[in-house]
C-alpha cells in the first residue's frame, strides 16, 4: 500500500481546514466580534502587552542557564533576540514548533565562536524541555477534555493510547538522556552504511552525537539544572495560563480554570498543525471549544484575533531582528571557558 505524499496531505488538509473555518463562522454577526473587541479597555490591553513581555523574555531562562552550565557566558539579551529571530521563522513555516532552532545553533556559532557540538547541544536540551513541558501540559488538557465529555471519540482506549505515548516521546526522550542513554545516536548507527558515508552526513552525525553526549555530561555535572529547567517551564506556563484566562476574561468570558486549561489546550494543539501559525485550525479550535464550553462564538473569534495579532507581530519582529543580526558582522568575545566532556 503506498502512502500518500507529503505535498497531497497539504491538498487535502487546507479545504478541510477552510471548511471547517467557514461552517464555525457561518452564524457569527461581523458586529458582535467588533461589540466584543471594542469593549477592550487600554489598560486590559497593556496589561496582556506586559505579561506576553514577561513571558517572552522568561522563555530564554532555560537557555541561558544551560549555556552558564557549559561554561559559556553569553549575552542573555542576545539569547532574546535570538528567540526571537527563532519564533519568527518557525511561525512563519509550516509546523509551528520547529524551523527557527538552526539559526539559533548557527548565531551561537557565527556569533560567539561555541563549538558545533557545545551550540547544538544547548539548544536541543532547551528544545526537549520546553516540549516535554509542553506536552504535560497538553497531557494535562486532553484528560480535562476527557473528563468533560467533550470529545467522546477521544475515549477509544486505543486512541487515549496513542495520544499518550505521542506527548510521552519528547520527556522519554529527556529520560532517556538523563539515564545515559542516547536514542538518536543509537537510530543513526543503524542507518544503511550508504546514508552513513554521505558528505552530509558524515558532518552532520559525529555533531549530533557529541551533542547528546555533552547533554548527559552536563546533567551528571550539574543535576541542580534540572530542578531549575523544570520549575522555569512550570512558571513560564503558569504565566502562559494567566495571560490567557485574563484574555478571556476581558473579552466577557467567565470560565474556572480547569475550563480556561481546556481552551488554552485547544489553542496549543493548533499550532502543531502543519500550517504556518496554525492558521485557520486556531480560529476553528477556539469558536468550536468556547462552544462547547456555552460560551459565545464572537469570543472564540475575538480570542483568535487577539492571539494572532500578538504572534504575528512577534513573529514580524522576530524576522526583522534575524535580517539585522545577518547583515551584522561583529562577533562578541570568545566564551571565557568550557567544560567539554
Same mark, same amino acid.
Given at each position: 500500500?503506498?502512502?500518500? %505524499?507529503? =505535498?497531497?496531505?497539504?491538498?487535502? @488538509?487546507?479545504?478541510?481546514?477552510?471548511?471547517?473555518?467557514?461552517?464555525?463562522?457561518?452564524?457569527?454577526?461581523?458586529?458582535?466580534?467588533?461589540?466584543?473587541?471594542?469593549? /477592550?479597555?487600554?489598560?486590559? @490591553?497593556?496589561?496582556?502587552?506586559?505579561?506576553?513581555?514577561?513571558?517572552?523574555?522568561?522563555?530564554?531562562?532555560?537557555?541561558?542557564?544551560?549555556?552558564?552550565?557549559?561554561?559559556?557566558?553569553?549575552?542573555?539579551?542576545?539569547?532574546?533576540?535570538?528567540? @526571537?529571530?527563532?519564533?519568527?521563522?518557525?511561525?512563519?513555516? *509550516?509546523?509551528?514548533?520547529?524551523?527557527? !532552532? *538552526?539559526?539559533?545553533?548557527?548565531?551561537?556559532?557565527?556569533?560567539?565562536?561555541?563549538?558545533?557540538?557545545? $551550540?547544538?547541544?544547548?539548544?536541543?536540551?532547551?528544545?526537549?524541555?520546553?516540549?516535554?513541558?509542553?506536552?504535560?501540559?497538553?497531557?494535562?488538557?486532553?484528560?480535562?477534555?476527557?473528563?468533560?465529555?467533550?470529545?467522546?471519540?477521544? &475515549?477509544?482506549?486505543?486512541?487515549?493510547?496513542?495520544?499518550?505515548?505521542?506527548? #510521552?516521546?519528547?520527556?522519554?526522550?529527556?529520560?532517556?538522556?538523563?539515564?545515559?542513554?542516547?536514542?538518536?545516536?543509537?537510530?543513526?548507527?543503524?542507518?544503511? #552504511?550508504?546514508?552513513?558515508?554521505?558528505?552530509?552526513?558524515?558532518?552532520?552525525? *559525529?555533531?549530533?552525537?557529541?551533542?547528546?553526549?555533552?547533554?548527559?555530561?552536563?546533567?551528571?555535572?550539574? *543535576?541542580?539544572?534540572?530542578?531549575?529547567?523544570?520549575?522555569?517551564?512550570?512558571?513560564?506556563?503558569?504565566?502562559?495560563?494567566? !495571560?490567557?484566562?485574563?484574555?478571556?476574561?476581558?473579552?466577557?468570558?467567565?470560565?474556572?480554570?480547569?475550563?480556561?486549561?481546556?481552551?488554552?489546550? &485547544?489553542? =496549543?494543539?493548533?499550532?502543531?498543525?502543519?500550517?504556518?501559525?496554525?492558521?485557520?485550525?486556531?480560529?476553528?479550535?477556539?469558536?468550536?471549544?468556547?462552544?462547547?464550553?456555552?460560551? !459565545?462564538? #464572537?469570543?472564540?473569534?475575538? $480570542?483568535?484575533? @487577539?492571539?494572532?495579532?500578538?504572534?504575528?507581530?512577534?513573529?514580524?519582529?522576530? /524576522?526583522?531582528?534575524?535580517?539585522?543580526?545577518?547583515?551584522?558582522?561583529?562577533?562578541?568575545?570568545?566564551?571565557?571557558?568550557?567544560?567539554? %566532556?
Amino acid at each position: 500500500m503506498r502512502s500518500i %505524499p507529503l =505535498r497531497r496531505w497539504y491538498f487535502i @488538509l487546507w479545504p478541510l481546514l477552510l471548511l471547517l473555518l467557514f461552517w464555525a463562522l457561518r452564524s457569527i454577526p461581523l458586529y458582535s466580534v467588533l461589540d466584543t473587541l471594542a469593549a /477592550l479597555r487600554l489598560y486590559q @490591553l497593556a496589561i496582556l502587552g506586559a505579561l506576553n513581555t514577561v513571558i517572552l523574555f522568561l522563555l530564554s531562562s532555560r537557555w541561558w542557564l544551560i549555556l552558564r552550565a557549559m561554561g559559556y557566558q553569553v549575552s542573555y539579551l542576545s539569547l532574546l533576540g535570538y528567540r @526571537l529571530a527563532s519564533f519568527g521563522i518557525s511561525y512563519f513555516t *509550516p509546523g509551528g514548533q520547529f524551523g527557527g !532552532e *538552526p539559526l539559533q545553533v548557527y548565531m551561537l556559532r557565527r556569533r560567539h565562536h561555541l563549538p558545533g557540538a557545545a $551550540a547544538l547541544a544547548s539548544v536541543s536540551l532547551d528544545k526537549v524541555i520546553e516540549l516535554a513541558a509542553s506536552f504535560t501540559f497538553l497531557c494535562a488538557g486532553f484528560v480535562l477534555i476527557l473528563n468533560g465529555g467533550l470529545a467522546h471519540w477521544l &475515549a477509544h482506549s486505543q486512541t487515549v493510547l496513542a495520544i499518550a505515548v505521542l506527548l #510521552a516521546l519528547p520527556l522519554l526522550y529527556f529520560l532517556a538522556l538523563l539515564g545515559g542513554f542516547h536514542p538518536i545516536s543509537f537510530l543513526i548507527q543503524r542507518l544503511p #552504511a550508504r546514508i552513513q558515508k554521505t558528505p552530509p552526513a558524515r558532518r552532520l552525525l *559525529p555533531v549530533i552525537s557529541a551533542a547528546e553526549k555533552q547533554t548527559t555530561f552536563l546533567f551528571r555535572q550539574n *543535576p541542580l539544572l534540572i530542578l531549575w529547567m523544570l520549575l522555569l517551564s512550570a512558571l513560564t506556563w503558569t504565566l502562559m495560563l494567566l !495571560e490567557y484566562w485574563l484574555m478571556l476574561s476581558f473579552l466577557g468570558v467567565d470560565l474556572s480554570l480547569s475550563q480556561a486549561v481546556i481552551v488554552l489546550t &485547544a489553542a =496549543r494543539l493548533a499550532f502543531l498543525t502543519p500550517a504556518p501559525g496554525g492558521l485557520v485550525a486556531l480560529e476553528a479550535g477556539q469558536i468550536f471549544i468556547l462552544q462547547l464550553l456555552g460560551s !459565545e462564538s #464572537a469570543a472564540g473569534v475575538s $480570542a483568535s484575533l @487577539l492571539i494572532r495579532i500578538r504572534d504575528v507581530a512577534t513573529g514580524v519582529f522576530g /524576522l526583522w531582528w534575524a535580517g539585522m543580526l545577518s547583515r551584522s558582522g561583529a562577533a562578541e568575545p570568545v566564551p571565557i571557558r568550557t567544560t567539554d %566532556p
